[in-house]
């Protein structure tokens, strides 16, 4: 297997929060692909980039950086095939940590998606009845199914 040699990423600026940076071969630079002030849904995005990225046959090297004592810290930032393939479990909690922000923003892509089938089908006055369903839907439909939820809605509105 041939490895590409590759410059080491360079430590992002401002002040320290997660930042993790895309190998970029085609332009032989770093690029920041995402970055939160939460580890999270860094790593969410990683994993996301991770698989859409070996799908196409591409090499995905990233680089991650976070706050570790006031300072910027490198952290390992692997990818694997086993992580992208299934979520992990999510470890169990004593308690609220850190907002949930991943998952307001998850459900906000759910939503999104789903409004903008009913919007190619032909539906944008949705009544109070219209938003309960689409929240149901996003509240208990994960992504995947959401969008071929609204590729039937798009295709019915063709």
Do not use: I, N
Not at 37 to 49: C, F, I, N, S
């Amino acid at each position: 297997m041939e490895t590409t040699v590759r410059p080491p990423s360079p430590q992002p600026g401002g002040a320290p929060r997660w930042v993790a940076l895309y190998h970029r071969a085609s332009s032989v630079s770093w690029e920041v692909c995402a970055e939160s002030p939460h580890r999270a849904p860094v790593q969410y995005a990683l994993g996301e980039m991770a698989q859409t990225v070996r799908a196409r046959g591409g090499e995905f090297a990233v680089s991650l950086w976070g706050p570790k004592d006031g300072a910027w810290q490198r952290f390992d930032a692997t990818v694997t095939r086993a992580e992208t393939a299934a979520p992990a479990p999510a470890p169990p909690t004593d308690g609220p940590k850190e907002p949930s922000v991943l998952a307001e923003r998850m459900d906000s892509r759910r939503r999104q998606v789903l409004l903008a089938g009913l919007g190619k089908a032909g539906l944008f006055d949705l009544a109070p009845d219209d938003e309960a369903a689409v929240q149901a839907l996003v509240e208990r439909l994960d992504e995947t199914t959401v969008r071929r939820v609204a590729q039937w809605l798009a295709a019915a509105g063709s």
